[in-house]
């Protein structure tokens, strides 16, 4: 069935650059999609069943990489534009990857410690017969993390009784992870605002300046926020699942992980005023950090958007139409495949140490990082003043230059 949101992505780079429809046709759907059926008994005695995917969207320029995620509202359709995305992803920032990306419906917060442990364990089991180190790695997404990659591995061990580790990444450094891994998508966002800031693009002489506002604070929000406040930025505004909190003189984000570390909403942290989610989208601020779930500025709350930079680290964390509109405003968005990459480059980086038992220093890994997000900034900077198209449409012109040169070869 085709997929309207990459299709619309695909048509928009046909109508405004000189990638034709023969180059991208092959783009439009994925190679293979898989919908696996998980029945497990839970720890209360109960059994359920629970519907699962992995999309494996194309794999010319290497293995498909791209990771799992778990929540109630996962479809196969999701699935697979995420898997899409990682394609467009891998090659922006030049890791010898494809795309791919997997799925679990459940919610989570509904099963205790051990029931997402046999669920894990469950869900590797039926992934083992797909995945593998030269086939396709998963990794964690949304409500995914360290130990959830661990179950993963163990169930593909098992299955083959093989010792694997570069069937996943995103493990624990006790576990063959990588330094460096688990603050990566933070870290990259972080360069891509920096270089931005450094080039005067964000209206702003100094990082002090400089407000910005981030929606999420999961994996990638955390993080980011965690080098904005160190690097001197003013993080004015954070939200959870459960609500937001605003400062305008800067939040103190250390204090705020702690807060939010021993189990409470960011929005019940006594350095700021508590607000809801569409207040938090509309304080004005010349930097908006989309970093939740996807879907989050939208053609209903776009215009009330008052940032000058959006920068998209959740996935597809602004609609088409949402796009659309923000253009008209002058508000520019930089676009997630190129914002929230230093997860599958970190990535990139612990499978090949994993394949070649080396061990990098955290620093190695930061400054390799630096140059692939900071080369891929460049790339797209470069096709979006020479073409005259977004930085959306840049990014997805390297991308796919590069996916059907791959294939020509
Ligand atoms: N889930 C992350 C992403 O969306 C990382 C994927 C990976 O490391 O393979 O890019």
Not at 84 to 96: G, Q
Not at 199 to 209: I, N, S, V
Request: glycine share 10%.
């Amino acid at each position: 069935m085709p997929n309207p949101h990459i299709n619309s992505r695909l048509d928009d780079l046909v109508a405004n650059t000189d990638i034709g429809e023969d180059e991208i046709a092959s783009l439009r759907e994925p190679r293979r999609r898989i919908e696996m059926t998980i029945p497990v008994g839970l720890e209360n005695g109960e059994h359920a069943t629970f519907r699962g995917w992995r999309v494996q969207y194309d794999d010319r320029r290497g293995p498909t990489k791209g990771g799992i995620r778990f929540h109630p509202t996962v479809s196969e359709e999701e699935v697979t534009e995420l898997a899409f995305l990682m394609t467009i992803k891998c090659a922006l920032v030049d890791i010898p990857f494809g795309g791919a990306k997997g799925g679990l419906e459940i919610d989570p917060k509904e099963y205790s410690a051990d029931d997402l442990e046999t669920l894990s364990r469950a869900f590797g089991e039926a992934l083992a017969p797909v995945i593998g180190p030269d086939r396709d790695i998963p990794a964690p997404d949304v409500n995914t993390n360290p130990e959830i990659m661990g179950f993963i591995r163990e169930s593909y061990e098992a299955h083959y009784n093989v010792s694997a580790s570069g069937v996943i990444t995103g493990k624990s450094i006790t576990n063959g992870g990588s330094a460096g891994r688990e603050t990566a998508t933070g870290r990259g966002a972080f360069f891509i605002i920096e270089a931005l800031q450094q080039e005067g693009l964000l209206g702003t002489r100094q990082a002090a300046d400089t407000s910005v506002v981030i929606q999420g604070f999961g994996n990638g929000g955390r993080h980011l926020a965690m080098f904005l406040y160190k690097s001197g930025y003013a993080v004015i505004g954070v939200s959870d699942s459960r609500g937001g909190i605003h400062n305008p003189n800067g939040l103190d984000i250390p204090a705020l992980a702690d807060h939010k570390d021993s189990g409470q909403s960011v929005s019940e942290f006594s350095g700021g005023e508590a607000i809801t989610n569409d207040e938090l989208l509309a304080l004005p601020t010349s930097v908006l950090v989309p970093a939740a779930l996807g879907g989050a500025v939208t053609a209903g709350n776009a215009k009330a958007v008052n940032a000058d930079v959006i920068f998209e680290v959740a996935n597809a964390g602004v609609t088409a139409e949402a796009k659309a509109q923000l253009a008209v405003r002058g508000i520019k968005v930089i676009p997630d495949v190129l914002v929230n990459a230093g997860g599958v480059v970190a990535s990139y980086f612990e499978w090949y140490q994993n394949m070649h038992d080396e061990t990098w220093k955290e620093d190695d890994v930061d400054e390799k990082l630096r140059n692939h997000q900071i080369t891929a900034w460049q790339a797209v900077q470069k096709e979006a003043e020479e073409k005259n198209i977004s930085y959306r449409q840049a990014a997805y012109y390297v991308a796919v230059r590069r996916i059907t040169d791959a294939s020509e070869k």
